[in-house]
């Protein structure tokens, strides 16, 4: 069984930045595949970010509300995985999921996970 810890999360003002961290129970993390995603309230679990390795390149990707704004990234000697968010708006409010999968075939979807983590609630004021 795979454990995902987030922490990071808090309260911020529109314009300020937190950095959510990951931690991942699995001894063979550096090929697994990590996303985030955000669920705000009365909302479906939406796509942020995830970062992958094919051939030995990493690869990330970001959704377009966030893109320029948020940075996926890994720490495979720490089995951490990272999302920088700067430039936080109201709209960015929402509890922040990290996942892990083997081989999503799709990254970007949610259901592609195998495991997640317990979320991290994310507050930006205006």
């Known amino acids: 069984q795979v454990h995902l810890v987030e922490s990071g999360g808090g309260l911020v003002q529109a314009g300020g930045s937190l950095r959510l961290s990951c931690a991942v129970s699995e001894r063979t993390f550096s090929f697994y595949t990590l996303g985030w995603f955000r669920q705000a309230p009365g909302k479906e679990r939406e796509f942020v970010a995830f970062?992958?390795?094919?051939?030995?390149?990493?690869?990330?990707k970001h959704a377009d509300s966030v893109r320029g704004r948020f940075t996926i990234s890994r720490d495979n000697a720490k089995n951490t995985v990272y999302l920088q968010m700067n430039s936080l708006k109201p709209e960015d409010t929402a509890v922040y999921y990290c996942?892990?999968?083997?081989?999503?075939?799709?990254?970007?979807?949610?259901?592609?996970?195998?495991?997640w983590g317990q979320g991290t609630q994310v507050t930006v004021s205006s």
């Open positions: 996942a892990a999968a083997p081989s999503p075939f799709r990254p970007g979807v949610a259901e592609d996970y195998n495991y």
């Open positions: 970062v992958s390795r094919s051939g030995g390149v990493t690869i990330t």
